[in-house]
């Protein structure tokens, strides 16, 4: 166990949103460190969002978190020899961190699209509560009912 918790670092917020949501999301959305590329995936994202709905961009990304994000979710917890899915609350920053990780997921496995417009796709679809990560949070809450009976092992 460590002695010390890591220090958090700010998050700077982002140039054209100046959101410090946006900020994060553009991180995890960058491999190997490009990110400039990171940004013109999510701005591009954003303004295909405002051709097709006629929407604030920010406030739809805003909604999205909020409906993707997890109340509960499942840990693996090893009693007496066998492993239980533990059906556990989830606290506010590993929500959003889900939240972020869901759907970027769902975008980079549609095919046969720039990732910008993938992107856009998932957030338009999760604006309206579809998707493959509205999937991914309900498969969640379904695994987290059928192993209620195993909450008592929560720790």
Same mark, same amino acid.
């Given at each position: ?50 051709e097709r709905i006629k929407k604030d961009p920010l406030d739809i990304f805003v909604l999205d978190i909020k409906y993707?994000?997890?109340?509960? /979710? ?14 556990? /609350? ?16 769902? $975008? ?7 990732? $910008?417009?993938?992107? $856009?796709? /998932? ?27 195993? $909450?008592?092992?929560?720790?």
């Amino acid at each position: 166990m460590r002695r010390n918790k890591a220090q958090q670092r700010p998050v700077t917020p982002d140039p054209r949103y100046n959101n410090e949501l946006v900020g994060r999301f553009i991180n995890n959305i960058m491999e190997r460190g490009k990110k400039g590329a990171a940004r013109s995936i999510v701005y591009d994202a954003f303004d295909t969002i405002k051709e097709r709905i006629k929407k604030d961009p920010l406030d739809i990304f805003v909604l999205d978190i909020k409906y993707v994000s997890p109340n509960v /979710e499942l840990k693996a917890r090893r009693i007496g020899g066998a492993n239980y899915q533990v059906p556990v /609350e989830v606290r506010g920053e590993r929500k959003v961190a889900l939240a972020f990780r869901w759907i970027s997921d769902a $975008a980079a496995s549609r095919k046969g699209m720039p990732m $910008a417009l993938r992107l $856009a796709n /998932e957030l338009i679809e999760a604006s309206q509560k579809q998707g493959a990560a509205i999937k991914k949070r309900e498969e969640t809450y379904r695994m987290a009912e059928a192993n209620k009976a195993f $909450a008592h092992f929560a720790w």
